[in-house]
């Protein structure tokens, strides 16, 4: 691997922890009212929370690769690197739901469940769709575009509101609001295989820093506009995706300059796990600290940093019991862990 490879890939890792960070902003916000203490920082945490999955699923599209007769092969590392944690971890948390709420376990609210229907497990059930379907258009710079046409139109008709939910479908679920993000993942794979064979590198970090400076100030032009007119913050307003899309660059952006963190990295190979299983504890720690402006402007680095002790614990337990080798299983990366 170049050293131009290896700053690529700790970047990403770094931009996985900042995308992480903010999954646990969204779902720990508050939606506080303009008189109440606390709205402003809980209103820039709610903005940052919906970057976060666009930045997965951008990644996502990046890393995706096919060739002839790999479908045995892609999809048994899928079953063993994403779909086993995934249905461990959902099956598992809605039994765990049901006793906190007490509940009766429910075999369809538990498959509804699994596949994102009003949980945050709607991100494995889009991906392993866009696995799927990016099949047919890997590689064809024609297919990826109709991909973009049909996302842009699921966005719209999102945002008008003519794609509404059901009992059984959301637009969280319905996976080609999220094709965008992974399409242009894969076109961003395939414009930098180039332009590194071409040695244009250092335009391309140029480029970076120019579309980072824009970045910024559109990403603070719509933070007054929300903020100061208390509009709501979710998924598929008339601003979202180019403040999803402004929000990755800058993510990244920050991640270059964090790469050589060493726990920023470790976090970042751990996020499948931290996204499976993180929803009811930061809930807990949610509901249990102070209520003030300085408790809400830490909470989110608070539930990151106990979701980092789990899964240090988690790696450490295992490799005491030596069954360290089954630790993927559980969407766990173990690599070289932080002392």
């Not at 939606?31 to 970057?51: A, H, M, R, W």
């Not at 307003?237 to 999803?244: G, T, Y």
């Amino acid at each position: 691997m170049t050293r131009e490879e290896q700053d690529r890939s700790n970047t990403m890792y770094v931009a996985s922890t900042l995308a992480i960070l903010s999954v646990i902003c969204a779902h720990m916000k508050l939606s506080l009212q303009p008189e109440t203490e606390g709205y402003y920082v809980d209103k820039i945490q709610n903005l940052f929370g919906i970057i976060g999955v666009a930045c997965f699923f951008i990644k996502s599209g990046y890393y995706y690769k096919r060739k002839e007769g790999d479908t045995v092969s892609f999809w048994k590392r899928k079953a063993l690197n994403l779909i086993v944690p995934w249905f461990f971890w959902s099956i598992l948390t809605y039994i765990l739901n049901c006793i906190l709420l007490r509940t009766e376990y429910s075999f369809i609210n538990q498959i509804k469940w699994t596949f994102g229907y009003g949980t945050w497990y709607y991100f494995a059930f889009a991906l392993i769709c866009l696995f799927i379907v990016c099949k047919l258009c890997y590689g064809k710079l024609l297919g990826i575009a109709l991909l973009v046409l049909l996302s842009v139109i699921s966005n719209v008709l999102s945002i008008t509101g003519v794609l509404a939910g059901n009992s059984f479908y959301t637009g969280y679920t319905n996976f080609f609001n999220w094709a965008i993000f992974f399409a242009v993942g894969m076109i961003w794979r395939m414009y930098q295989k180039s332009s590194v064979e071409g040695s244009e590198e250092h335009q391309i970090n140029k480029l970076l820093m120019l579309l980072t400076l824009l970045c910024t100030v559109v990403l603070l032009s719509i933070l007054i506009f929300v903020v100061h007119g208390n509009k709501s913050v979710s998924y598929w307003q008339w601003w979202s995706l180019v403040f999803e899309f402004a929000g990755f660059i800058v993510v990244y952006s920050a991640a270059y300059v964090l790469k050589n963190s060493s726990l920023l990295r470790f976090i970042g190979k751990n996020t499948l796990f931290i996204y499976l299983t993180h929803m009811q504890i930061c809930g807990a720690i949610n509901t249990r600290l102070p209520k003030n402006a300085f408790i809400y402007g830490i909470k989110p680095f608070v539930g990151l940093f106990v979701m980092t002790l789990i899964c240090i614990a988690t790696i450490r337990l295992f490799k005491c019991l030596k069954l360290d080798k089954f630790l993927f299983l559980f969407g766990i990366h173990a690599g070289k862990e932080i002392k």
